[in-house]
Nanobody, 125 residues
Framework: QKRLVESGGGSVQPGGSLRLSCAASIYTYCMAWFRQAPGKEREGVAAIVSNGNTYYADSVKRRFTISKDNAKNTLYLQMNSLKPEDSAMYYC??????????????????????WGQGTQVTVSS
């Protein structure tokens, strides 16, 4: 049984927008989005914890917004002002905790025990 299922990826021109969704059959303290481009390490994009606090990678602040709809068991990532460097496979992930260092999210993929299959985002002209 798939516990996290992403959707909403696609191709968009620079400056465009996409909204990713993650249908979750589980909910843990922390839900997050990661991304991985070819040849690069998986990196944390945004996280949200059960009290609603959100955390973002510096590269996406003021452009991306993470949110969740508990009634629909769905996690979202609204991505605006997309850039070619945002192109990657985007993954939804769940973890029972979160690591904060100096007020910043320490996004460690190895902490997350649940992962979706990913959805591809391509930003190009």
């Amino acid at each position: 049984q798939k516990r996290l299922v992403e959707s909403g990826g696609g191709s968009v021109q620079p400056g465009g927008s996409l909204r990713l969704s993650c249908a979750a059959s589980i909910y843990t303290y922390c839900m997050a989005w990661f991304r991985q481009a070819p040849g690069k390490e998986r990196e944390g994009v945004a996280a949200i914890v059960s009290n609603g606090n959100t955390y973002y990678a510096d590269s996406v602040k003021r452009r991306f917004t993470i949110s969740k709809d508990n009634a629909k068991n769905t996690l979202y990532l609204q991505m605006n002002s997309l850039k070619p460097e945002d192109s990657a496979m985007y993954y939804c992930a769940a973890h029972s905790g979160i690591t904060i260092v100096g007020g910043r999210w320490s996004a460690r993929p190895r902490d997350f025990g649940y992962w979706g299959q990913g959805t591809q985002v391509t930003v190009s002209s």
